[in-house]
Nanobody, 116 residues
Framework: QVQLVESGGGLVQPGGSLRLSCAAS????????MGWYRQAPGKQRELVAR???????NHADSVKGRFTISRDNAKNTVYLQMNSLAPEDTAVYYC??????????WGQGTQVTVSS
């Protein structure tokens, strides 16, 4: 059984920072990519950032220069450092893991609220 445990969400003022973490446990082999999606109320889920096993990354245009994704392969953990947060970043953030030859696994979601 594969589990993804997210942490680090919360309430922050505009301009503030948060760091999300997502640890994958269970029988996972050959992870191709890990990353984060987010979904704001009334909007579709969108890709925020993705990182491959080799470390290649891509970030959504809306977060480039503010968010940075990283991972620790030994710990099967992916991180999202979020700086210069804005109200439009408010959403539920979901981590995902894509193993080779398997369906994608999803975390339960963590709420990020940016408000003064």
């Amino acid at each position: 059984q594969v589990q993804l445990v997210e942490s680090g969400g919360g309430l922050v003022q505009p301009g503030g920072s948060l760091r999300l973490s997502c640890a994958a446990s269970g029988s996972i082999l050959n992870i191709i990519a890990m990353g984060w999606y987010r979904q704001a109320p009334g909007k579709q889920r969108e890709l925020v950032a993705r990182i491959t096993h080799s470390g290649s990354t891509n970030h959504a245009d809306s977060v480039k220069g503010r968010f940075t994704i990283s991972r620790d392969n030994a710990k099967n953990t992916v991180y999202l450092q979020m700086n210069s947060l804005a109200p439009e970043d408010t959403a539920v953030y979901y981590c995902f893991v894509s193993p080779l030859g398997e369906n994608t696994y999803w975390g339960q979601g963590t709420q990020v609220t940016v408000s003064s």
